[in-house]
């Protein structure tokens, strides 16, 4: 990637020296430099239409003249999906063959299962050794969430960097998870314990890939979008409170729309919000997730990330309401338009308990505040468009949150 370096000698703030008479001499120079990272998010449709240029113009965008060679890893339910496409995919390199070499097309196994095994990491660094993958190739994946996590994560740590390029797939990698900074895979049992963050060379939305998904998965993908409307947007809140019935139907317009803006304004929190890595202990693009993470995994992945955090989100936002912190009209706002998108908002694992005899959604919390060190700190609502931070979850309000949804999830 061509970027300037800034290394101003002046601004460091410098070389300090401490001696003492007995003691050795210390020195300290602070290193200090800044890089900008600039990757372009395209939404197009038909990506491999030969016709189409958005792919080949972001992999010329640095050097426009040169034959840039791709290794393309493909999600084997993609591949299923749309029997097509690696032939698409030659064709649309040997239309632009004098600026892109097609390396070879990689299928991968589809969904988390690909993140839970080491071999797959293993697998993918063997290929880019044998194609002689380096820091000018481009590592092209194609899937959903869970693909595009392994294989940046690959990409992230073969040579210390190859450029990436995701092609997501589904509602929830093109509207949130795969146009953002991290990937990673599990590891000893921990989901992500493993990964990297690494801005991608550029994120190609393609719209025409919603079409094959499962009706499950273009639901769950909606509920990143009602999330960063919930924390950021109201007016947003109110756009998918008026489409609600067109996105449970799928209208291609509303999805596009749905799609472009949650990924802007997820986009907009990494670039501005003051902490794209990750640093402190808050995550607000988090809204629903310390419960939601539990449960995915009690329920052994049964639930999708989106249906679970459809569920966290509506424990949070009544957990809220019991904390005199939203209101309560809100709060059914927020269930009503979670359910009209389709989502049920409730799953049995709420109930398990642990072997210590607890709730065993509420060791989330403490997984969720071990996955960023620091003071725990969930986001909540104080109002649609508003999230705050609290440091202290009461987990009786909280179990009473769980219990009005199981009562309202058996109400007809
Ligand atoms: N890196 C991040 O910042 C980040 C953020 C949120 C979530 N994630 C990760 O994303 C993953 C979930 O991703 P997901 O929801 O996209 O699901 P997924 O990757 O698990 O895919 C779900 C299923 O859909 C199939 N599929 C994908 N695209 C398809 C298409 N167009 N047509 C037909 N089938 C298709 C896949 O083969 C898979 O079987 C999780 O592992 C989660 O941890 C990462
Ligand atoms: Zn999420």
Redesign the pocket.
């Known amino acids: 990637m061509k970027q300037d370096v800034n290394f101003d000698e002046q601004a460091v703030p410098g070389r300090q020296q401490t001696s003492s008479l007995r003691g050795p001499v210390t020195e300290t120079i602070v290193q200090q430099f800044s890089m900008p990272v600039e990757y372009p998010v395209v939404f197009t449709h038909g990506l491999f239409d030969p016709g189409n240029s958005a792919l080949c113009d972001v992999v010329r965008r640095y050097e426009p003249d040169k034959r840039h060679r791709l290794f393309v890893v493909l ?4 591949a299923q ?1 749309i029997p097509d496409l690696t032939t698409r995919l030659a064709a649309y390199a040997a239309a632009h063959e004098s600026h892109l070499e097609l390396l070879t097309v990689e299928l991968v196994q ?3 299962a690909v ?1 839970n095994q080491a071999d797959h990491v293993d697998n993918l660094l063997e290929r880019m050794l044998a194609l002689a993958v380096d820091r000018h190739s481009y590592v092209m994946a194609i ?5 595009l ?1 392994l294989v940046g994560y690959a990409a992230a740590i073969c040579h210390r960097g190859i450029r990436l390029l995701r092609v997501p ?2 509602v ?2 093109q509207n ?2 795969g146009v ?1 900074v ?3 895979v599990n590891a000893l049992g921990v ?2 314990f493993v990964g990297t963050f690494a801005p991608p060379f550029a994120v190609l939305n393609d719209f025409a ?2 079409e ?3 009706h499950r ?1 273009k639901i ?2 909606m509920a990143e979008a009602v999330k960063v409307a919930l924390i950021r947007d109201g007016a947003f809140f109110t756009w998918l409170e008026a489409n609600a019935k067109d996105l449970a139907r799928f209208e291609p317009q509303a999805m596009a729309y749905m799609i472009r803006r949650c990924a802007e304004l997820h986009l907009r929190h990494i670039g501005t919000g003051g902490d794209p890595f990750e640093q402190g202990s808050a995550r607000p693009l988090d809204y629903g997730h310390w419960s939601a993470h539990k449960l995915e995994g009690l329920s052994n992945h049964d639930l ?3 249906e679970a955090v459809a569920i966290g989100m509506a424990m949070d936002a009544h957990y809220a309401v019991l904390m005199d912190m939203l209101s309560e009209i809100e709060g059914q706002r927020i269930c009503r338009l979670l359910e009209t998108l389709g989502f049920r908002l409730w799953h049995d694992t709420l109930e398990m308990t642990a072997e210590n005899g607890e709730v065993a959604v509420m060791d989330g919390l403490r997984e969720f505040q071990e996955h960023l060190g620091g003071e725990l700190t969930i986001t909540l609502i104080a109002a649609i468009g508003q999230g705050v931070e609290v440091h202290h979850i009461d987990a009786v309000t909280m179990l009473a949150a769980r219990d009005w949804l199981r009562e309202r999830s058996a109400t007809p």
Do not use: M, Y
């Not at 899937?143 to 693909?147: D, L, P, Q, S």
């Open positions: 999600d084997d339910g993609v999906a589809g969904g988390e993140k899937g959903g969430g869970a693909v996590d797939t589904t929830l990698a949130d998870s953002g991290k990937n990673g989901k992500n890939f919603i094959s998904l499962q998965d769950a993908g999708r990330h989106g």
